[in-house]
């Protein structure tokens, strides 16, 4: 069975940092690329940042770079993603998600909220 479980969603300060984990089982984790997305009430999805299967690549929003970095661990499936300086306008709930492109395997999280509010 596949599961992609977020958790570290928060209430934060603004200013503050938060780090989201997303632990994956059911497949073979080390041959995904995973990505973080985010939804704000009354928003659509968007992409947040991306990391290769490897680690060895990453891609961000403009609107989080420089703050927000995406990490791996393949020895315990997990991928996280390290908010800093964060602001009201990431507010939103975060989702992490799977992809295998050569076999076209997409998994999606539950998601978890993080609120930025002073």
């Known amino acids: 069975q596949v599961q992609l479980v977020e958790s570290g969603g928060d209430l934060v300060q603004p200013g503050g940092s938060l780090r989201l984990s997303c632990a994956a089982s059911g497949f073979s984790f080390s041959i995904y690329a995973m990505s973080w997305y985010r939804q704000a009430p009354g928003k659509e999805r968007e992409l947040v940042a991306t990391i290769t299967s490897t680690g060895g690549s990453t891609n961000y929003a403009d609107s989080v770079k420089g703050r927000f970095t995406i990490s791996r661990d393949n020895a315990k499936n997990t991928v996280y993603l390290q908010m800093n300086s964060l602001k009201p306008e990431d507010t939103a709930v975060y989702y992490c998600?799977?992809?295998?492109?050569?076999?076209?395997?997409?998994?999606w999280g539950q998601g978890t909220q993080v609120t930025v509010s002073s």
């Open positions: 998600k799977a992809a295998n492109k050569l076999f076209s395997k997409y998994y």
